[in-house]
């Protein structure tokens, strides 16, 4: 008998027109959250124009991780230099932008992984890198772990260790960073600092490197102080210098970038990582006063601006900027609410109709 009227209720179910409507529409939506969600960063890169820096002979990135530094050079054979990796809390974040930049130059792999120095807020996404990425040569600063044989300095910071150890454990190239040239297929990259082997200031292992590449020439220095822009001084002071884009040294801090260090090779247009709105106020005026004063055509900050993308042409610098966010809670919050007003219209729509129909 049971069995008979769950057959019946099964025979004489009906699923009504709302129902099928509200269904539709969620599925619907579904799919197109599901899209915007996988797709999120080249979108947001797309409508910003980033586009155009894509298709530079030389593309250069200052990568909003917040109160921290990561900079991604790409040269015309599409060689890729990622220099630091910003903070812990940004490293998901970085990722995403890396992963969309790299994409839309057909790479896949990091092929030069630089860390400047062992302050988290330049390798507190390196774990991070690794685990997304292919990274096939990696360059550290002189200072050791305590796993390694090695005569320099070793490190007691537990989240440096980790980052390095993490490098170690990689099938890649790994090399401390000294003065040296690499030719690269497209380019040369030159570190002309740390001379010494051991610092009181973690910031003076940054190295104060150039990259040249398509007649251009890029500077990039971590955090170096007044001790290393000395040392590089000193080491090239008798080259004829002349940088395209200086990324400059400590988030813009006045602890860094001198006007005898502008003045020697007459940067045109000055990169500063930064974070919005940050307890350090950086960069400082007076940094940005030297560079106004040292001629500098243009600053890029991404403490105003957020991710800044710079292409260089033969004799002009395209730029685009915006802040990327990879969100998660609030695409989920924005699915749900969409799920819920589709739910709510239709029924409010369906109610309408029926009191239509009594009256």
């Not at 040569?137 to 537990?158: G, L, Q």
């Not at 454990?169 to 990259?189: A, K, Q, R, W, Y």
Request: aromatic content about 14%.
């Amino acid at each position: 008998m049971q069995t008979k009227k769950l057959l019946r209720k099964i025979r004489n179910f009906k699923i009504s027109e709302g129902l099928v409507y509200k269904t539709f529409l969620i599925i619907f939506a579904s799919i197109v959250f599901f899209l915007l969600y996988i797709n999120q960063m080249t979108i947001s890169f797309l409508t910003n124009n980033f586009s155009s820096i894509f298709s530079a002979d030389v593309q250069v990135y200052g990568i909003y991780v917040g109160q921290g530094d990561s900079s991604l050079v790409i040269l015309p054979d599409k060689t890729s230099i990622l220099i630091d990796t910003g903070t812990e809390t940004y490293a998901e974040n970085l990722c995403y932008q890396l992963e969309t930049i790299l994409k839309a130059n057909g790479k896949e792999d990091i092929d030069y992984l630089i860390i400047t120095h062992a302050n988290s807020d330049h390798y507190g996404g390196v774990t991070e890198v690794l685990r997304r990425f292919k990274v096939n040569n990696i360059f550290r600063p002189k200072i050791a772990v305590p796993t390694e044989f090695s005569s320099y300095v070793v490190s007691t910071d537990a989240d440096y260790i980790e980052a390095i150890e993490a490098c170690l454990n990689e099938d890649c190239n790994m090399f401390f960073v000294t003065p040296s040239t690499i030719n690269l297929n497209s380019g040369v990259l030159t570190f002309w600092t740390p001379t010494e082997d051991e610092y009181y200031d973690s910031n003076d292992y940054s190295p104060i490197m150039t990259i040249e590449s398509a007649g251009k020439t890029l500077m990039f220095t971590g955090d170096a102080t007044l001790q290393g822009e000395e040392e590089f001084l000193e080491v090239a002071e008798s080259l004829d210098f002349e940088v395209d884009i200086l990324k400059v040294a400590h988030h813009g801090s006045a602890t860094s970038t001198s006007e005898g260090f502008f003045f020697f090779f007459n940067p045109k247009y000055a990169l500063i990582c930064a974070g919005f709105d940050n307890s350090y106020n950086f960069p400082t005026q007076e940094v940005v006063t030297r560079l106004m004063n040292a001629g500098v055509r243009a600053i890029y900050n991404t403490n105003d601006l957020g991710t800044i993308g710079l292409g260089l042409f033969d004799n002009t610098l395209i730029s685009s900027h915006s802040f990327f966010f990879f969100d998660k809670p609030f695409y989920l919050v924005a699915y749900l609410v969409s799920v819920f007003a589709i739910w709510e219209i239709r029924f409010k729509i369906k109610h309408k109709f029926s009191r239509r129909k009594e009256n």
